[in-house]
C-alpha cells in the first residue's frame, strides 16, 4: 500500500518535528491540504506554509487542491518540485486542459472526485490521469466520519480502470483507519491519505508502518 500521510492534522505549533517524523517513517508521500474558503468551507495554508514544507521534507508532495481556479497555481508547484497534483473535477470545466498543464509542467496528475460525483463522470479523462482521487468524506475538514457507500465506489473505478486499461491509481482521502483501510485495501485502493489516524496518536510512526502493511 501507498501512504501519502496528511499534514493537516499535523501539529502546527510544531511543524519542523512532524516532517521530521513524516521523514523517519515508512510513509511514501506527504499529502498536503490546499484550501481557499470558496470550494470548500475552511481554509488551510498556503504558499509560505508549502515552501517551508518542501524545504524539510524528503518525501514527495501530494498537493490535494480544494480550490476554485487550480490552473492559476499549477507553475508555482512545479517549482516547488511538487509530485503530483490533484484537482477537484467539481472545479475545473476545462479539466482536459488543466491535466495537460499539470504534465507539460513535468508533474503526475490527479483528478479528485466529491462524494456526490459519480465514477462514470471519468469515463472521458481516465487515460489522461495518473491518479483518481475518491473523496470518502465531505472535503474541508479532517476527522469526519468514512462514508459507507465509497466502498462501492472504489469498485466501479476499479472496474473502469481495468475496462480502460488505464494506468491511473486509486487513492482515499477521508476517515481512513484501522476499520476502514482494510476494506479499502480488499476494494482495490492504491494509496491511503490518512490524517487524524496518524497524527492524533502518540505512535504516529507504528500506525504509518500499519496502513503499509496492508495490500
Ligand atoms: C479533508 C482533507 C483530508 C483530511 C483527512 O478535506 O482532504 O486530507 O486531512 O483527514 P482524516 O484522515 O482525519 O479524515
Ligand atoms: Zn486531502
Known amino acids: 500500500m501507498i501512504v501519502s500521510p496528511s ?23 506527504l499529502h498536503l491540504d490546499i484550501m481557499d474558503g470558496v470550494f470548500v468551507p475552511n481554509i488551510s495554508f498556503g504558499f509560505s506554509v508549502l515552501e517551508a514544507v518542501a524545504k524539510r521534507t524528503q518525501k514527495p508532495l501530494d498537493v490535494h487542491l480544494m480550490i476554485v481556479q487550480p490552473e492559476k497555481y499549477i507553475a508555482r508547484l ?30 503526475k496528475a490527479a483528478v479528485t472526485l466529491n462524494p456526490a460525483t459519480p465514477v462514470c463522470m471519468l469515463e472521458d479523462i481516465i487515460q489522461d490521469v495518473d491518479m483518481v482521487l475518491l473523496m470518502t468524506v465531505n ?32 487513492q482515499v482521502d477521508g476517515g481512513v483507519n484501522a476499520e476502514t483501510a482494510p476494506r479499502l485495501a480488499e476494494a482495490g485502493v492504491d ?14 510512526k507504528a500506525r504509518i508502518k500499519e496502513l503499509k502493511a496492508l495490500s
Open 139 to 170: 472535503p474541508g475538514f479532517g476527522g469526519q466520519k468514512f462514508i459507507e457507500h465509497s466502498i462501492d465506489k472504489v469498485k466501479v473505478l476499479r472496474q473502469l480502470i481495468e475496462r480502460t486499461g488505464s494506468k491511473a491509481l486509486i
Open 191 to 204: 494509496v491511503l491519505v490518512a490524517g487524524s489516524y496518524i497524527f492524533d496518536n502518540r505512535y504516529p
Open 7 to 29: 499534514l493537516l492534522a499535523a501539529n502546527f505549533g510544531h511543524i519542523a518535528r512532524e516532517i521530521e517524523m513524516i521523514n523517519e517513517s515508512e510513509a511514501d508521500w
Open 78 to 107: 512545479a517549482k516547488l518540485e511538487v509530485s503530483i497534483v490533484n484537482v477537484h473535477y467539481e472545479a475545473c470545466p476545462h479539466l482536459n486542459k488543466v491535466i495537460q498543464m499539470i504534465h507539460d509542467a513535468g508533474m
